[in-house]
């Protein structure tokens, strides 16, 4: 399967944000992995769909937002109009209307993804695995970069993997965030996950270009 990075603009100076998803863009990022925090699901405050409005024209990568929010459906079309591909959703917001949410994106034309806790078992998001383009798996609690990668994530990225093959959607994307190093990258990759975020990896390093390729495996 294709590997894709996706580096996390929540580790960005968000004063020059437009050079820096060109950069990344530059520097071979296959998605700009956009963090919108709500301060209620997570108590951070990050940006919302006007900081996606205006990093649209900075990059042809597709944005790939991460809906941290309440009630996240009712984002989705300001989302949309702002230019974002992907529009991730919680399971723990949306409870048992999560596919429902899940079909009102891809309705609107954009690519819909479900995302699961690190204390939310991994079964939650099976019933997703049909309506979804893409199945994101949280190796941190949500909220900051910067956390360590929770070991545990792997066994869960495994079964989901192999659910998704046994479902007859074996190529479905299944990203993981949270704690992403080149040192843990290739077990990530082993354990079934194909789209990797990034943040502090990238940002804290001088050579985001060779990092990006060390994350992906070149
Ligand atoms: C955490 C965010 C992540 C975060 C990852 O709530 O969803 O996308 O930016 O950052 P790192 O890679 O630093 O753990
Ligand atoms: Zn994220």
């Given at each position: 399967m294709k590997i894709k990075i996706a580096p996390s603009i929540l580790s960005a100076d968000f004063s020059r944000i437009g050079e820096t998803v060109k950069t990344l863009e530059a520097c071979g990022a296959d998605l700009i992995h956009c963090d919108v925090m709500d301060g209620n699901f997570v108590p951070p405050i990050t940006f919302g769909a006007q900081m996606v409005k205006q990093i649209?024209?900075?990059?042809k990568l597709p944005l790939d937002c991460h809906l941290m929010t309440l009630h996240p459906e009712t984002h989705i079309e300001d989302f949309v109009k702002a230019g974002a591909d992907i529009i991730s959703v919680h399971v723990e917001a949306c409870g048992k209307d999560t596919v429902n949410v899940l079909r009102e994106i891809k309705k609107c034309g954009v690519k819909a993804s479900a995302v699961i806790n690190p204390e939310t078992r991994v079964g939650e998001i099976f019933d997703c695995v049909e309506d979804a383009d893409m199945l994101l798996v949280m190796s941190v609690h949500p909220g900051w970069g910067g956390q360590k990668f929770i070991p545990e994530t792997l066994k869960k990225i495994e079964a989901l993997r192999a659910f998704c093959v046994k479902s007859g959607r074996g190529e479905m994307d299944i990203e993981v965030d949270g704690g992403v190093t080149i040192e843990n990258a290739s077990d990530i990759k082993a354990a079934g996950a194909n789209v990797l975020v990034a943040g502090n990896t990238v940002f804290k390093s001088s050579d985001m270009r060779g990092v990006i390729s060390a994350l992906r495996g070149e």
């Open positions: 649209r024209p900075f990059t």
